[in-house]
């Protein structure tokens, strides 16, 4: 059976680890296939089939292409994830010269639509982590998918007030788990569109964005560069600000941070991948973590949550993530990852010859 592995991370250790194993530049070798950079004086840039520049009409070299599905609704993680098999992500955007250029194509895809008013559709500013203080009355911290921050507290974005009727309780108060959606006026440009916090369980249309094709010719296209997608949103960047009291775990939104009770942060990432268990601790080594181990109930509450707002399951083992708890086969007993003693014993699940298990441990 092949389940998702749940990493964490020791923030303590983080910023001895970025000198001395140049953490943010890992190779995933196997997983990310290299592509060759052919030199030409006679390229140009193109999107495949389906896909628009996010560039003006008459630019022959552009950087990102997108795509906005209007007629497919689905909650953000899944719309994500569905960006992602086309080796992309929900869109992010940089300007409002971007954003512009984005609500004109919006209003191309969905031309033929009779429907009048605005238009929401997911983008790729959400709620990454479990909302860090619950006490906290604040919004918590929206981050792009390329890792950018917003505080939607008190930023704007690209000038554009969040709306946030749609997450607002009776009681005045915050709950749940916030995404961003663009709304855009169809029939009238003349209104600007704005951004809308929802949740992020809701079901809406989605707009992905990948990188533009460099083609040598109508027949031969490869990557723009060597920068390929799972580059620009799957790895933080090589030499990163610092790790500082906002940012305990840098710049990598993959990375979600909990600080317990003595004020020490352990950070925790989930893998959206299916792998057995041996090649799941192989990739917890290569991001310089281990399988998650598991010692208060404040640990496991957060990764219910992390683990609950992940991709939509598809199939029975989507719901299982593999976790650092496993026979020592030298000591006959259980210990987790971190080396420590299994003291943690809540909804563990035993197979039906509990005790014979228990016998031969």
């Known amino acids: 059976m092949r389940l998702l592995p749940l990493l964490l991370y020791p923030a303590l250790f983080l910023a001895a680890l970025v000198a001395a194993d140049d953490y943010y530049d890992y190779d995933l070798e196997d997983e990310i296939p290299s592509v060759p950079e052919i030199q030409s004086k006679n390229k140009y840039t193109a999107c495949e089939f389906g896909w628009t ?19 497919y609704s689905n909650t953000w993680d899944y719309s994500d994830s569905l960006c992602g098999h086309y080796g992309g992500h929900l869109v992010t955007l940089s300007s409002e010269k971007e954003l512009k250029l984005l609500e004109d194509e919006v209003r191309k895809a969905t031309n033929g639509k009779k429907d009048k008013g605005d238009f929401g559709l997911w983008v790729g500013l959400g709620q990454m982590c479990p909302k860090h203080d619950p006490k906290s009355t604040n919004l918590p911290i929206l981050r792009w998918v390329d890792g950018r921050r917003v505080d939607p507290n008190k930023d704007k974005v690209f000038g554009r007030e969040l709306n946030r009727t749609a997450i607002k309780d009776d009681e005045g108060t915050w709950k749940g788990r916030y995404c961003a959606s663009i709304n855009v006026a169809l029939n009238d440009k003349a209104v600007k569109s704005y951004f809308s916090l929802e949740h992020c369980e809701k079901n809406l249309p989605y ?10 010719s109508p027949f031969h296209v490869v990557p723009a560069s060597k920068v390929s ?27 979600c941070p909990l600080t317990d009770e003595k004020n020490r942060t352990t950070c925790y990432r989930i893998v959206h991948k299916l792998e057995h268990r041996k090649r799941s601790e192989n990739i917890c080594e290569k991001l310089h973590g281990n399988l998650v181990s598991v010692h208060d109930d404040l640990q496991r509450e957060f990764l219910v949550q992390m683990a609950s707002s992940g991709v ?22 259980l210990s987790w990852s971190d080396s420590s003693v299994l003291d943690y014993f809540v909804d563990l699940y035993m197979p039906n010859n509990t005790q014979e298990v228990l016998e031969n441990i």
């Open 312 to 333: 939509k399951p598809l199939t029975e083992d989507r719901s299982k993530y593999w976790i650092g708890l496993h026979q020592n086969n030298a000591e006959r007993s």
């Open 207 to 216: 707009i992905c964005i990948k990188s533009s094709m460099r083609a040598m």
């Open 229 to 255: 997608p799972n580059d620009v949103f799957n790895k933080t960047p090589k030499k990163p600000e610092g790790f500082t009291a906002e940012e305990p775990c840098g710049a990598d939104p993959s990375w």
């Open 53 to 71: 520049s996010l560039a003006q009409n008459d630019s022959q070299n552009f950087k990102w292409c997108i795509r906005t599905f209007e007629y």
